[in-house]
């Protein structure tokens, strides 16, 4: 079989061909395309990746090109992971909204709607051509905004885009840890959108054990959302958050916190990532070796801001682990392609699963994954509080696809200004014009 891998540049593709290395099963991947439009990334990545298959004797290959066309026939499975904008888009998104005094974070308020805006239209055209070049593959996307672009996508490719992300599954893995079970083996009961969502329960041999995490102060603290959204918090809500909720239970901390640091996190990135393609352009340069160590910095560095804004000291090493977004993707294309039933925490339409949504809209909920795709388990409703914030986001989200079909200024001040962390239409406004003013990308805002 063959994946395409879109932003084949990127630099967490390595972690996507590493697990596939792992994989020895008949049906396996046995053929990788790299498709990016930077040819430089293009080749540094391929690098990391043939010091990684290494003397591994059925390593898929690899092949790298510059052409999407090319890159999308004959994919079996397509995986997404495109940055509009780069970098350098990411940092002018947090600069524009904390000039303001909004977040600027990269999925979650006014910095997530601006990259929306300008990933929706090409993901939308990537859509497409996959519809028309490639009818029968399976896209798996990981484009942040992760449930905006999937449901975009969605409008032109049914339910053969599927949304992932490693946030749910790590801080599920982090509570059964804790609860001293086995994460592999335990039923993770999770709803709500992208970077929104909550644990509501974790099922071991049939019992609920969250209520005794939740009444055990010691062990609230031990973990990393314990310790992001404290005790106190966690049981008055009776559920432990995604870490993005943090953005919202605490957002003037975290706004200072963004705003008092010498630089935000995409401008770290951005820094970084130009030192590791820099040092790959030299031919000597220790290829895997270079590339790990750049990872180990970037993991230990995620989400400092939040940390300290909630006074805590650097991340445990048991907390540095992710859900590992490589793995949920192996393990999706292999329940798909044969037919190997599993459960996976998802993006996908809603269908009937929240009742305060319409069936097309994307959530992230646990889903069984078999041949025929992913289908969303039943799930009983959130509390209001939760629903009204889903409910809110989602309409926003709904504003921005808008926004993106009819190149409406009004359209796009409309989602700035509805979004519970910008709390202002005259902010939202000049919002649109500063990020329409750094993105060449947003010039399509130019109607009323």
């Known amino acids: 079989m063959r994946l395409t891998i879109l932003g084949g540049g990127g630099f967490r593709v390595p972690l996507v061909y590493g697990a596939l290395l792992g994989d020895h099963a008949e049906g396996r991947i046995t053929d990788v395309t790299l498709y990016d439009l930077d040819p430089a990334r293009l080749t540094a990545v391929a690098r990391v990746l043939a010091d990684q298959a290494g003397d591994v004797p059925d390593a898929p290959s690899v092949t790298v090109t510059t052409d999407l066309d090319d890159a999308l026939r004959g994919a079996d499975f397509v995986f997404s992971a495109i940055r509009v904008g780069g970098l350098e888009g990411r940092a002018a998104d947090e600069r524009v909204a904390l000039d303001l005094g909004v977040l600027g974070q990269e999925t979650v308020g006014a910095g997530g709607i601006a990259y929306g805006l300008r990933t929706v239209p090409v993901a939308v055209d990537i859509a497409r051509r996959i519809a028309r070049l490639a009818p029968d593959a399976w896209v798996i996307n990981f484009t942040n905004p992760a449930g905006l672009v999937t449901e975009a996508m969605s409008r032109h490719l049914g339910d053969r885009v599927i949304g992932i992300c490693d946030s749910p599954v790590g801080l599920g893995r982090r509570v059964a840890r804790v609860l001293g079970a086995d994460p592999d083996e335990a039923g993770i009961d999770y709803v709500g959108l992208n970077h929104l969502g909550w644990l509501r329960g974790l099922r071991v041999a049939g019992r609920d054990e969250l209520p005794r995490l939740l009444a055990d102060t010691e062990a609230l603290g031990s973990f990393e959302e314990g310790r992001l959204f404290g005790p106190e918090w966690l049981r008055s809500l ?15 901390e975290t706004v200072r916190a963004y705003q008092d640091a010498e630089q935000t996190r995409g401008a770290f990135l951005r820094d970084q990532q130009a030192r590791f393609y820099e040092e790959m352009a030299r031919p000597g340069a220790p290829a895997l070796r270079t590339w790990d160590r750049t990872r180990a910095e970037r993991e230990a560095t995620y989400m400092t801001e939040n940390r300290e804004s909630a006074g805590l000291g650097e991340r445990d090493e048991s907390d540095l682990e992710s859900g590992g977004y490589e793995q949920v993707a192996l393990a999706l294309m292999r329940a798909i392609a044969l037919d190997e039933r599993t459960t996976l925490i998802l993006n996908v339409r809603n269908r009937t699963t929240l009742r305060a949504l319409d069936e097309e809209a994307v959530i992230e909920v646990p889903c069984l994954v078999d041949a025929n795709g992913a289908h969303p388990l039943a799930a009983a409703p959130l509390p209001h509080h939760a629903t009204g914030l889903v409910c809110a986001v989602k309409g926003v989200e709904r504003e921005i696809l808008a926004a993106a079909e009819s190149g409406s200024r009004a359209t ?3 989602a700035f200004a509805l979004h519970p ?3 202002s239409v005259n902010i939202a406004r000049r919002l649109v ?16």
Not at 238 to 244: A, L, Q, V
Not at 434 to 443: I, S
């Open 421 to 423: 962390l910008v709390d």
């Open 412 to 414: 796009a001040v409309k």
């Open 433 to 448: 014009d500063g990020y329409t003013a750094e993105h060449p990308a947003l010039a399509y805002l130019n109607r009323t």
């Open 238 to 252: 009776g559920m432990i958050p995604n870490e993005y909720l943090h953005y919202y239970y605490f957002n003037r």
